[in-house]
């Protein structure tokens, strides 16, 4: 199946899935099983909003449709445009909200109703009943609705916590799904590694920094005291997060470096394996590489044995 019949399924599965929601719930509206998605919370997206407008980034936030077109539209076509579109991206996913299965009966405002992801009034689950038991109940009313099965012989209590037992058990195969490929990813660092690789900083903290590892697709985090470091400092300018690095001299005689490690930061890493079973950690080389990514361009300054290049690459 190729990209263009996948995304014809998909679009009939969600239309599938919006049909099955408006019957059900019209049909049976203290009893109806659907699925919302809150929107974003707002002190975390106000803070996001701050941000972009400080690096001069133009994202639409009035819903999901127009943040994943300016999403889509902003990073033009370099090398690294794609990265800094993920970065962005894991950034935008911070204020959201998980989407939740719920009773209709137990929520009187319809407007909670809503699915912010899908950008649509009703929604539910009903194309995949051999996975999901969500589906089954709808499948159930759905049946019901169109004179085709039973009653449903459960009260609008029991529908509830039918769905935050669903919600629960979705939560914990999200978790067990991420631990899982953290697991078999470990053992092809200990397998194959050590590893090397470009990363692009994706958060900052105080005394250490989140990194996308672009050729392997992992998120890390590096810590400063594992690093050769004879201070680090932490600021906030504006929204923007800044670490100050001050790496100590290669050489006798040579001087501290300092570098400043913010969102977007391209570095060189290096991922081994850790002595503590099916573990494995993030180093940056000695070669220290760094960027910072604005509209007008991308700059790139690399460091080695004190010497500095400076390349810049202007995004088309």
Known sequence: MDLDEYRLVEEFMLLANMAAAHKIYHRFPELALLRRHPPPQTKLLNDLIEFCDQMGIELDFTNSGTLHKSLNDQFGADEYSTARKEVLTNMCSRPMQMAVYFCTGVLKDEALFHHYALNVPLYTHFTSPIRRYADIIVHRLLAAAIGRGPPLKLMQQAIQNQA?????????????????????????????????????????????????????????RIYCNALPLQSSHFQQVGKKPELTLVWSPEQDGDGPVQQVISIFTLLEVVLKSDNVPLKYTAFVTCLIQFSYWHRSGHVTVKIHQGLIYSILERCR
């Open 164 to 220: 935050d037992h669903c919600n629960d058990r979705k939560t914990a195969s999200k978790r067990v799904q991420e631990l899982s490929a953290d697991l078999f990813f470990s053992v092809f660092v200990k397998e194959c590694g050590p590893l090397e690789s470009e990363a692009m900083v994706m958060g900052v903290l105080n005394e250490a920094f989140d990194v996308l590892v672009l050729r392997y697709g992992v998120q890390k």
